[in-house]
């Protein structure tokens, strides 16, 4: 065991007081300090969106407080792509941890079939604001490619990709600070149509969660 390692050396330290190769032969002069290994912190977060100004998505004019999140591209008069956009407040992560695994599980509000195919990134920020008009933000060096080929049914849990590189990217912040807020951004890259997930109006139960785990 590890304290019978220990008394094993503690009887068989040298005590001498010659000296060896021309050092000081009894290793008791020396300050000795024997203590356990340093621990690891780890851990899982789960945060869900606990408002209905947390989560929106934005074409040509920002939607706010609806009962679902469109993802995907135009819609229709409205020449500009979609973004969906999912803030996560209370975040409480170690800045410099290190993120084993994140991702987003969200309902579906199927039934779509239709193939997309988005980017995903983060609000490139220590501590992301309220959600604004035309949800534009900084965004993160680190981007993943959500490629959405399944068919989708009604009320059905699924997830994102793992978001691993992006969250790491914002944890990793100089003013990063444990308990921050943290946005989620899903931009249009290509494909046909919308999908739409559920809000926090439209269940709060079962509104966007975030989880990570950490080391």
């Given at each position: 065991s590890d304290l019978g390692y220990k008394r094993?050396?503690?009887?068989?330290?040298?005590?001498?007081?010659?000296?060896?190769?021309?050092?000081?032969?009894?290793?008791?002069?020396?300050?000795?300090?024997?203590?356990?290994?340093?621990?690891?912190?780890?851990?899982?977060?789960?945060?869900?969106?606990?408002?209905?100004?947390?989560?929106?998505?934005?074409?040509?004019?920002?939607?706010?407080?609806?009962?679902?999140?469109?993802?995907?591209?135009?819609?229709?008069?409205?020449?500009?792509?979609?973004?969906?956009?999912?803030?996560?407040?209370?975040?409480?992560?170690?800045?410099?941890?290190?993120?084993?695994?994140?991702?987003?599980?969200?309902?579906?509000?199927?039934?779509?079939?239709?193939?997309?195919?988005?980017?995903?990134?983060?609000?490139?920020?220590?501590?992301?604001?309220?959600?604004?008009?035309?949800?534009?933000?900084?965004?993160?060096?680190?981007?993943?490619?959500?490629?959405i080929t399944t068919n989708w049914v009604y009320?059905?849990?699924?997830?994102?990709?793992?978001?691993?590189?992006?969250?790491?990217?914002?944890?990793?912040?100089?003013?990063?600070?444990?308990?921050?807020?943290?946005?989620?951004?899903?931009?249009?890259?290509?494909?046909?149509?919308?999908?739409?997930?559920?809000?926090?109006?439209?269940?709060?139960?079962?509104?966007?969660?975030?989880?990570?785990?950490?080391?």
């Amino acid at each position: 065991s590890d304290l019978g390692y220990k008394r094993w050396w503690l009887k068989h330290i040298p005590r001498t007081n010659t000296k060896v190769n021309g050092m000081d032969g009894n290793w008791w002069n020396y300050i000795i300090h024997i203590g356990p290994g340093q621990s690891s912190t780890t851990g899982t977060v789960n945060r869900i969106i606990l408002a209905g100004a947390d989560d929106a998505d934005s074409s040509c004019t920002l939607q706010l407080g609806n009962n679902e999140v469109y993802i995907g591209g135009t819609i229709a008069s409205c020449t500009t792509p979609l973004i969906a956009a999912l803030r996560f407040n209370k975040v409480n992560i170690p800045k410099n941890a290190k993120i084993k695994n994140a991702y987003i599980e969200f309902t579906t509000d199927g039934p779509y079939s239709n193939a997309l195919s988005l980017n995903i990134y983060a609000d490139n920020s220590d501590n992301s604001a309220p959600l604004s008009s035309g949800l534009t933000r900084p965004l993160t060096a680190s981007a993943v490619p959500f490629a959405i080929t399944t068919n989708w049914v009604y009320d059905t849990q699924a997830k994102t990709p793992s978001l691993t590189p992006i969250v790491q990217e914002i944890i990793n912040r100089p003013g990063w600070v444990s308990g921050n807020s943290m946005t989620i951004l899903m931009k249009y890259v290509s494909g046909t149509g919308q999908r739409r997930f559920y809000g926090f109006e439209r269940n709060q139960n079962r509104a966007a969660k975030l989880i990570i785990e950490y080391e």
